[in-house]
C-alpha cells in the first residue's frame, strides 16, 4: 500500500510547492512539470512491482491518446476565436447582448441560457466555447465579476450536458452500466434539477449593484462600432455552429468549419480590420493582406488597437497558439492517468476504497469520491466515469440497488467535477477558453458543486434511491426508497 501511493502523495506535495512558489501562475509551467515527475515516479513503482519501462512508456502513451480528440477540439477553438473576433461575430454578441441582457440578473440569465442551449446540442465544451465566449465579454462590458460569470457558464452548460440524450457523458454512464439512456436520465432528475435550482437561486441572489453605467456602455458600443461594421448578420457562424452540432456533425470538424465561416464573413464584412491585422503590405497584394490577416487570427488570434484600453484587452485573443500551454497541461496530466493505469496503481487505489463501504451511504459517498479521485489522477472524464462504472456495477447489486443510482452518481460526480479540476481536459478546456483559471470559476460553479453533496445526502437519507427489483421505466413521481 505504501508503494501505491507513493506517486500520489509525491504529486500532491509536487502541486502544493508549484502552487505554493506560483501561485495563480502555478498552471503555466510548474503544474505540468509535477505531473512529468510524477509519472516517473510511478514507473518507478511499476519497475519494483515487474512492470518494465516499454510497458510504463505505452501506459503514458496510451494515456495521452485518450486526450488527443479532445486537444484537436481545443486547438480548434483557438482558431474559431481568432476568426469570430476579427469577423466581429463576437463583438457583435457584446454589442448586443449589452443592450438586451440585465446587469441585475446577468449571471442567472447566463446560467439558464447555457442551459438550454446544452440540453439541445449535448456539448459542454461548444456552449463554452460560442455562447460562453460573448458572455464572457458582456461580463467585462457591465464590469461584473469574471470569475462569477465563467462558474455561471459551466454550471449551465453542464447542466444541460447532464440531461441531453446527445452527450458523450450522458451514454458513456448508461453504457458503462448497462441502464437504459431515457431511464437514466430520468432518474438523474431527482439530484440534477434541485442542484441547478439552488445554483440559479444563487447567482439571482448574487445580481450586481456595481454594473457599469449606460454611458460606459454605450461609450463601449461605440468603440466596437469603430472597429468593425455591426449588424445582426455577423451572428449567422455561430448559427451555423449551433446548427451543426444540433445535427450531430463531429465537434471537430464542426468548429472547423463554423472557424472558416467566420473567416469568409472577416474577407467580406471587415476587409479593413484585417488588413490591419496583416500589418504593412511591402511586396503583398491586397488580396493577399486579405489572407495573411485572415491566417494570423487562425494561428495566433486576434490583436485589438482601438485606443480603448477595456476593449482591447476584451478582443485580443484566440488563436491556436493560445491553447498551447493548456494543451502542454492536459499531456502531461492524460501522461500522468495512464502510468496510472498501466502499472495498476489506479486499479488498486479503487479496489481499495471499496474496503470501507458497508451501506448505501457509503457506497455511493465512495463512489463520489472515487470519480473524484478518478478525475484528478486521470484527468480525464470518461475515464472517470468508465472505471468506477465498471468496478461498482457488482457493488451496487449486491447491496440491492439498482444500476440506475450508480449511473446517476457517476454523472453527479464524475461529469461535473471534472471542470473543477485544472489539469483535467474539461477543466484546463473550460479555462483555457473562457480567460478564467479553474480556481477561480470553481468555488462559483454552483450546480457543479452542489451536486455530488446532494447525492450523498439523498443516500444517508435514503431518499431516491431505486432497489434492484423496481422496475425501471417511468419518471418518478414520488421520492423512491430502498426496500
Known amino acids: 500500500m505504501p508503494l501505491a501511493l507513493t506517486p500520489i502523495i509525491f504529486l500532491v506535495a509536487m502541486l502544493a510547492c508549484s502552487v505554493y512558489l506560483f501561485g495563480s501562475d502555478s498552471s503555466y509551467g510548474a503544474n505540468q512539470i509535477a505531473l512529468v515527475l510524477a509519472s516517473c515516479v510511478a514507473a518507478l513503482v511499476g519497475q519494483r512491482t515487474g512492470i518494465r519501462w516499454r510497458e510504463c512508456q505505452q501506459g503514458i502513451v496510451d494515456g495521452i491518446g485518450v486526450g488527443l480528440g479532445p ?59 460560442t455562447l460562453g465566449i460573448g458572455l464572457m465579454g458582456i461580463a467585462g462590458s457591465f464590469d461584473l465579476s469574471p470569475a462569477i460569470t465563467a462558474g455561471a457558464i459551466v454550471s449551465g452548460a453542464y447542466f444541460g450536458d447532464k440531461l441531453s440524450p446527445m452527450s458523450d457523458t450522458t451514454n458513456l454512464a448508461s453504457a458503462a452500466t448497462g441502464v437504459d439512456l431515457f431511464d437514466h436520465i430520468r432518474h438523474m432528475l431527482w439530484t440534477t434539477v434541485p442542484s441547478f435550482t439552488i445554483a440559479l437561486l444563487i447567482f439571482a441572489l448574487i445580481g450586481s449593484s456595481e454594473a457599469a453605467t449606460p454611458e460606459e456602455i454605450a461609450a463601449l458600443q461605440d468603440s466596437i462600432r469603430q472597429e468593425f461594421d455591426i449588424g445582426l448578420h455577423l451572428l449567422f457562424p455561430l448559427l451555423v455552429m449551433l446548427g451543426l452540432v444540433y445535427k450531430r456533425f463531429p465537434a471537430y470538424p464542426a468548429i472547423i468549419v463554423s472557424a472558416l465561416v467566420g473567416a469568409v464573413f472577416a474577407l467580406i464584412f471587415q476587409p479593413d480590420t484585417v488588413r490591419g491585422l496583416a500589418g504593412e503590405a511591402g511586396e503583398l497584394g491586397s488580396s493577399f493582406l486579405l489572407i495573411k490577416g485572415v491566417w494570423i487570427s487562425l494561428f495566433n488570434g486576434y490583436v485589438s488597437n482601438s485606443g480603448n484600453e477595456f476593449l482591447d484587452a476584451l478582443l485580443s485573443k484566440g488563436g491556436m497558439s493560445s491553447m498551447l500551454n493548456t494543451v502542454w497541461l492536459i499531456i502531461s496530466a492524460l501522461g500522468f492517468g495512464g502510468v496510472l493505469e498501466r502499472t495498476g496503481i489506479l486499479n488498486y487505489l479503487l479496489t481499495l476504497a471499496l474496503k470501507g463501504v458497508n451501506s448505501v451511504a457509503s457506497l455511493v459517498a465512495t463512489t463520489v469520491g472515487t470519480c473524484i479521485a478518478a478525475n484528478i489522477l486521470a484527468a480525464d472524464q470518461f475515464i472517470a466515469v468508465a472505471l468506477p462504472g465498471r468496478m461498482y456495477k457488482d457493488e451496487y447489486e449486491r447491496h440491492g440497488l439498482s444500476r440506475l443510482n450508480l449511473s446517476r452518481t457517476l454523472e453527479d460526480s464524475a461529469t461535473l467535477t471534472s471542470a473543477l479540476i485544472p489539469w483535467n481536459t474539461c477543466g484546463a478546456y473550460m479555462a483555457a477558453t473562457l480567460g478564467v483559471a479553474t480556481m477561480s470559476y470553481a468555488p462559483f460553479a454552483f450546480f457543479n458543486l452542489l451536486c455530488p453533496v446532494i447525492a450523498i445526502i439523498y443516500a444517508f437519507f435514503n431518499f431516491a434511491i431505486k432497489p434492484a427489483e423496481e422496475p425501471a421505466t417511468g419518471a418518478p413521481a414520488a421520492a423512491e426508497t430502498e426496500a
Open 71 to 129: 486537444t484537436l477540439i481545443l486547438l480548434s477553438v483557438g482558431m474559431l476565436i481568432g476568426t469570430w473576433i476579427l469577423s466581429g461575430t463576437v463583438p457583435a454578441m457584446i454589442y448586443y447582448g449589452v443592450a438586451v441582457l440585465d446587469p441585475s440578473i446577468f449571471y442567472a440569465a447566463s446560467a439558464a441560457i447555457c442551459a438550454i442551449v446544452a440540453i439541445s446540442i449535448g456539448s459542454s465544451w461548444t456552449v463554452a466555447g
